[in-house]
């Protein structure tokens, strides 16, 4: 059992930057790959990052290719998205995930837990 704490939403002009968390709890983070998706106002949720266990393989959307980067410190059981030259169409509520089986995964069945979600909403 896991549970994940998103934190670091909030209001930004077009262009800003922001950095999300997600704070895990529970034994055996490092064996987890982890993902961010994120749901827009009447829109299914989408990929938007995933991170492989070690760190060392990362994936992205096609939408967020060199604005966002993920990254993990197991050491601080964290997940970082750094997101930056952000855009309207960014807003949305953004949820960490974690995947407790082999491999990486850029759909929602892939992943096992999932936080609350932090909301992001960038104006122009």
């Known amino acids: 059992q896991v549970q994940l704490v998103e934190s670091g939403g909030g209001l930004v002009q077009a262009g800003d930057s922001l950095r999300l968390s997600c704070a895990a709890s529970g034994r055996s983070f490092s064996n987890y790959a982890m993902g961010w998706f994120r749901q827009a106002p009447g829109k299914g949720r989408e990929f938007v990052a995933a991170?492989?266990?070690?760190?060392?393989?990362?994936s992205y959307a096609d939408s967020v290719k060199g604005r966002f980067t993920i990254s993990r410190d197991n050491a601080k059981n964290t997940v970082y998205l750094q997101m930056n030259s952000l855009k309207p169409e960014d807003t949305a509520v953004y949820y960490c995930?974690?995947?407790?089986?082999?491999?990486?995964?850029?759909?929602?069945?892939?992943?096992?837990?999932w936080g609350q979600g932090t909301q992001v909403t960038v104006s122009s």
């Open positions: 995930a974690a995947r407790t089986r082999v491999g990486t995964s850029y759909s929602m069945a892939g992943y096992d837990y």
């Open positions: 991170i492989s266990w070690s760190g060392g393989i990362t």
